[in-house]
């Protein structure tokens, strides 16, 4: 499969005896894990196995998982540490102005009287809102909150994005 496949969840263990996995969500998506939805395993040079969703629960901040077939722990003991993948027609469409994670990493940074700040390399969620964490040229990491107020301008296609500073933000 060479279709580009996108995080979605990481298998951080098993729960119970009857084939239930915990996992560490990576998307704003509740619909990822809704019963009768699939997600693809993959593990480290290998290929990705598709599995069907037939159960699902949140428990202490987790999603439990079941799949379809595997009702024994003994079935997904091998599933821990590896990644629950979408391909690209399983992203949902966005809204304007909505991004993913994917499309922001990477991108450009620019002032908007034009000067290069860097390159976004990380994006962290913290709270309220977004923060993009920028590589600039030399120096330390620049941190810019994801808001109306400080980013002006943002073209995925083009791989640019255009910031106005608040005062002390670059300091």
Not at 28 to 47: A, H, I, M, P, Y
Not at 116 to 121: D, E, H, Q, S, V
Request: proline fraction near 3%; hydrophobic fraction near 35%; charge should be negative.
């Amino acid at each position: 499969m060479t279709e580009k496949m996108f995080n979605v969840g990481k298998i951080v263990n098993t729960h119970g005896i009857k084939g239930e996995v915990k996992v560490h969500r990576i998307t704003d998506f509740d619909e990822r894990f809704e019963v009768g939805s699939t997600l693809f395993l993959v593990k480290e040079n290998e290929q990705p196995v598709d599995l069907k969703i037939d159960g699902h629960r949140v428990h202490k901040g987790f999603d439990l998982v079941h799949f379809n077939g595997y009702n024994n722990i003994n079935d997904v003991e091998h599933f821990k540490g590896s990644f629950l993948k979408i391909t690209e027609d399983q992203l949902t469409k966005l809204e304007d102005n909505e991004f993913y994670y994917h499309e922001i990493i990477g991108c450009d940074v620019y002032l908007i009287n034009g000067g290069k700040l860097g390159a976004i390399k990380e994006i962290l969620s913290p709270g309220a809102n977004d923060v993009w964490v920028i590589k600039p040229e030399k120096g330390k990491d620049i941190l810019i909150p994801f808001i109306d107020d400080v980013v002006k301008q943002v073209d995925v296609s083009s791989g640019k994005v255009v910031i106005e500073p608040m005062e002390g933000l670059l300091e």
